[in-house]
């Protein structure tokens, strides 16, 4: 059995992040948005990707989770008054 220091776990953390995906749709098209941790940290990064305009992505900088899950739940809210609908919610981690 081989056991991780707590250095090693740390580093690994340090070295992957939590991303939290929703995926939205709408007859063929399709809206993802992404929310994560900037890669030094310092803020939460919020990602609307359009599949049909992939180099048009938005995102958005909030220095605090609450502020970023609030922006989140707008658009949510705007996507789905659109005629939109979630069709997953995906937890991943991503090396950095």
Do not use: K
């Amino acid at each position: 059995m081989i056991v991780a220091s707590s250095a090693e776990a740390r580093n690994a953390a340090r070295s992957s992040v939590r991303l939290l995906r929703w995926t939205f749709h709408r007859d063929e098209e399709t809206v993802v948005c992404e929310l994560t941790l900037t890669p030094d940290d310092s803020a939460y990064e919020l990602r609307v990707r359009p599949a049909w305009d992939p180099v048009g992505a938005a995102t958005e900088l909030f220095d605090d989770a609450v502020t970023a899950f609030q922006r989140h739940a707008a658009i949510e809210r705007a996507l789905m008054n659109e005629g939109w609908s979630l069709d997953r919610i995906e937890s991943d981690r991503i090396e950095r």
